[in-house]
């Protein structure tokens, strides 16, 4: 009975941290926040500090180590909020054979249990949102050429995506993850 009463309290405390990491997200992809401009990654050291902050502390699979920084992760990424989704992708994804971020970041959306599970369904449906949101203003094509460069990704596999608005699948190619 008291080992049942521990690990029901110790779900509630997990199912709560899941919550908070779940509203920050929620911040993050606020379509409301004001929409970033695409920028030259040379511009962008700043944000990509932030960006390289919130993944260190995304990239423990300690539930202690998110829980510490789950709070500075969430103002942090209010801080980005609105960013161009190819500029975060590049932040993962360039230059791919010196970049052990794809890689960390491919572990951390394999991550299994409960908080994981629930950051890993909010992160790609906020970058899906975001893509959405940006081709209907328009501004994904413009700047699909750079990215493809950088991601080391040929320009026609992607816009043949975007183009068919396959926004999952454009996802799954620029980081193939396990379903």
């Known amino acids: 009975m008291f080992l049942a009463k521990v ?4 779900y509630g405390k997990l199912a709560e941290i899941g919550q ?3 509203s920050g997200l929620d911040e993050v992809f606020n379509s409301d926040a004001p929409m970033i401009d695409y920028k030259e990654m040379e511009e962008l050291a700043e944000e990509y500090g932030i960006l390289d902050t919130i993944f260190h502390n995304l990239a423990s699979n300690k539930c202690s180590t998110i829980i510490t920084t789950s709070v500075d992760t969430i103002r942090l990424g209010k801080q980005i909020a609105g960013m161009h989704p190819f ?7 360039s230059n791919r054979e010196g970049n052990d971020r794809a890689r960390l970041l491919q572990t951390i959306m394999g991550y299994s249990g409960v908080i994981f599970a629930s950051v890993k369904e909010s992160v790609l ?3 899906k949102e ?8 328009e501004d994904l094509l413009p ?4 990215f493809a460069e950088r991601v080391l990704i040929p320009v026609q596999e992607l816009q043949v995506l975007i183009d068919t608005e396959r ?4 996802i799954q190619r620029l ?5």
């Open 143 to 146: 700047h699909l050429g750079s």
């Open 167 to 170: 926004w999952d699948d454009l």
């Open 125 to 127: 449906e906020g970058f």
């Open 130 to 137: 975001a893509l959405i949101r940006r081709h209907k203003a």
């Open 7 to 10: 690990a029901q309290a110790a």
């Open 87 to 93: 500029n975060v992708w590049e932040f993962f994804l």
């Open 175 to 179: 980081i193939p993850l396990e379903n």
């Open 20 to 22: 908070t990491i779940q």
